[in-house]
């Protein structure tokens, strides 16, 4: 009613047609969607500069500083190894069992780590938040930049692992970029999707350790992928091999471990199929998803 009620005498306008007059917009008011594009993208730089400082902040307080980017994966993977290559045995049924393994947990931590820092992307920046005014969707993708610039220096020691273990060089390695390529924009979608939530269910990170725990056991990362098809109902097993983390694994492995080949369960131009629609549909749904909400970061 008070839009409609009169607030300019001598004009006859009401507030609504004074504002659109003068060109007044709402404060924070959500664009459209090719607009809010737009303004992204033109905020490229400073999402480029803000991952860059975010990384070199980020073990600046450790003795061994960014050297703690390719320990922590390979402390996992040392562990791991331990469990289900040793105590399990998995060696004995998985050809190169280290090189398998450690792909399974680099790549693996690569949409972990994006996930759980993507939960408290709006709420760990309330400040900046509250101080700019910039496209919100900036602070999700700067996550996944960080977490991809960390990803590459472990991609360098995997790459060591992998002809260490006796795995030959081959042309099927430059596969590797267009994989984390599709990987990548699967897990931007993925942690705008978890920065909206995350900004208003404050307890989700506590919750998400223990369902990326559990999405770690069913994406093939410890243990053969073929144990699917040989322990599960055929529906199940085609759930779980065409889960995302698996998919991107898989193609990781076919690209780098020879001797991976003969265990794979699905076709790679199948996996590559799958891997393109999860970017597609999470990228783009995801950005849409978050798009909806921006009007909602940062208040109250």
Not at 94 to 122: D, E, H, K, R
Not at 229 to 258: M, Q
Request: with cysteine.
């Amino acid at each position: 009613m008070a839009n409609t009620a009169v607030a300019d005498p001598e004009s006859g306008l009401t507030r609504a047609q004074l504002a659109e007059r003068y060109g007044l917009r709402i404060a924070g008011e959500r664009p459209p969607l090719a607009e809010y594009a737009r303004r992204l993208w033109a905020y490229r730089h400073f999402m480029t500069a803000y991952s860059r400082a975010k990384v070199a902040s980020s073990f600046s307080q450790t003795q061994l500083g960014q050297l703690w980017q390719v320990l922590t994966p390979l402390t996992n993977a040392a562990v791991y190894y331990l469990i289900f290559g040793v105590i399990l045995s998995q060696h004995r049924t998985v050809p190169n069992f280290i090189a398998y393994l450690c792909t399974g947990v680099f790549i693996f931590m690569f949409t972990q780590s994006a996930v759980l820092q993507g939960t408290s992307a709006i709420t760990g920046n309330l400040g900046l938040i509250r101080a700019l005014q910039f496209p919100r969707a900036a602070l999700p993708i700067t996550v996944t930049l960080v977490q991809f610039q960390q990803l590459l220096m472990s991609m360098v020691v995997l790459a060591g692992i992998v002809l260490l273990t006796g795995e030959p060089l081959s042309f099927r390695w430059l596969l590797v970029a267009p994989m984390l390529l599709l990987q990548t924009v699967f897990n931007v979608g993925l942690t705008m999707v978890m920065a909206r939530l995350g900004s208003k269910m404050t307890d989700l990170k506590q919750v998400m350790p223990f369902v990326l725990r559990t999405w770690m056991y069913a994406s093939g990362v410890l243990y053969p992928v073929k144990l699917f098809r040989e322990h599960l109902p055929h529906w199940a097993a085609n759930l779980l091999e065409a889960n995302p983390p698996l998919v991107f694994i898989e193609l990781a492995r076919y690209a780098l471990l020879d001797s991976h080949q003969a265990n794979m369960t699905t076709s790679p131009l199948m996996l590559w199929g799958l891997a393109l629609a999860w970017a597609v549909v999470m990228g783009l749904g995801g950005f849409v998803y978050f798009w909806r909400g921006e009007e909602e970061y940062g208040r109250g």
